[in-house]
């Protein structure tokens, strides 16, 4: 039996880690100085794909349908959206002053999302109470049919034991 290396890669750190105490914050790529809102670069740098290999991608990306271009701007849209509230929720936690109604129309915007919410569920109840119905009627008839099905499977068995002894009596007679 032949030796197999051992080509397993050893792990690495997948961002820089923040001491304690030190008033840094720890990104994806970098640390944030929560004191004087500076950034140093950390030890995880992005890649840059080579030239030919984004001559290829760019052409993949100018081949591509409307269908793909708008579920793609769709997703930028989504991805800004992201990047608005990521930065709201950190101006809010850094800045220290919040104004006075922000709690209260964040308490309104989640009541009306549970009434909204609890309205969706009650009419799933209720669909599923009409479905269930449904399905006991549709059980109830599926046994009567079975019921009946083998009624008439005893009576074709009958059927066909009468048609072969015609059938015999018939032959003897001529």
Known sequence: MAKVKNKRISLQSLQPSATVGSNELVG???????????????????????????????????????????????????????????????????????SENYWKEFAEQRREALVEVMEENKKLHEENFQLKKEKEKLLA???ELKEENERLTLYVSKADELTKFLESITEDSS
Request: proline fraction near 3%; charge should be positive; glycine fraction near 6%.
């Open 141 to 143: 008839e599926n046994e």
């Open 28 to 98: 994806k790529t970098s640390l944030i100085n929560t004191v004087k809102g500076s950034k140093k670069t950390g030890k995880a740098p992005t890649k840059q794909p080579k030239n030919g290999s984004q001559k290829s991608i760019n052409h993949f990306y100018d081949s591509k349908s409307d269908k793909t271009r708008a579920s793609d701007k769709s997703l930028l849209d989504k991805e800004n959206r992201t990047q608005d509230t990521e930065k709201e929720a950190y101006e809010l936690m850094c800045s220290g002053k919040v």
